[in-house]
């Protein structure tokens, strides 16, 4: 028995096939470091990598949290999108860094398949970037954290309320901040920080009101320093 990793027993909501993926026992996880946009480092295994959950039958994927989350509707479109053209196999294993990315991009053709909640979308970007950022492949993090402002915004603009979320306005505003700052779009970042501190409700966010005050402080010096250089924003 691996001592890390256990198999968690999961139905899948299209095709009802009973299958087994891998988790990471709580009390082994250990946390090294975390980046300013919640990136985790961690001591041997990563818990996120498991947090999607893919079923080797039909090719559904989605995070664990909204998995279940599908109407009849929905289940037609994955079987006309996805199981067609999907090859069996096994992705509920231990996960490399390079089979997370496989198996979250595979949640994230579903959802776009599904058209879901743009904050989800954003979510499974975001992760993406940060798989490429533990490869130090900086472009294509950089692609997918354009992704993930581009959702985010529209989670942000066009979403109807808060309801079944997975990121809230807040955490939103403060993520449209930090990775548009980590894009170079400075000014950006500092109207989205700005409305950040504004948020109604956050002064209940302490930590997240720290934080955006010192990302806006970063991004308000390097876009200062832009202007004084005569240089052009990215
Ligand atoms: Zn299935």
């Not at 985010?152 to 990775?179: Q, S």
């Not at 170079?184 to 970042?189: F, K, P």
Request: net charge positive.
């Amino acid at each position: 028995m691996n001592p890390v990793l256990y198999d968690k027993k999961v139905t899948c909501p299209v095709c009802n096939l009973t299958f087994h993926t891998k988790k990471v026992r709580t009390s082994t996880i250990r946390i090294k470091k975390r980046d300013t946009d919640f990136c985790i480092y961690y001591e041997g295994e990563n818990p996120l990598f498991y947090e999607v959950f893919a079923c080797p039958n039909c090719g559904y994927a989605a995070l664990e949290k909204v998995f279940d989350d599908i109407t009849p509707s929905q289940k037609q479109l994955i079987q006309s999108k996805i199981s067609k053209q999907w090859v069996q196999r096994d992705l509920g294993q231990a996960r490399t860094v390079q089979e997370a990315i496989e198996v979250y991009k595979l949640a994230l053709l579903c959802s776009e398949v599904l058209n879901q909640k743009k904050d989800r979308l954003g979510l499974i970007c975001l992760r993406l970037a940060w798989w490429y950022r533990y490869l130090e492949d900086k472009e294509n993090e950089k692609i997918f954290l354009k992704h993930a402002v581009n959702c985010f915004e529209d989670a942000f603009r066009f979403g109807a309320g808060t309801n079944g979320r997975l990121v809230d306005d807040i955490m939103l505003l403060y993520l449209l901040g930090e990775l548009n700052r980590r894009l170079g779009r400075y000014e950006e970042a500092v109207a989205w920080f700005n409305r950040t501190i504004s948020q109604p409700g956050i002064q209940t966010r302490k930590k997240i009101e720290e934080q955006a005050r010192e990302q806006w402080r970063l991004a308000k010096e390097a876009y200062r320093k832009i202007k004084e250089d005569g240089g052009e924003e990215k």
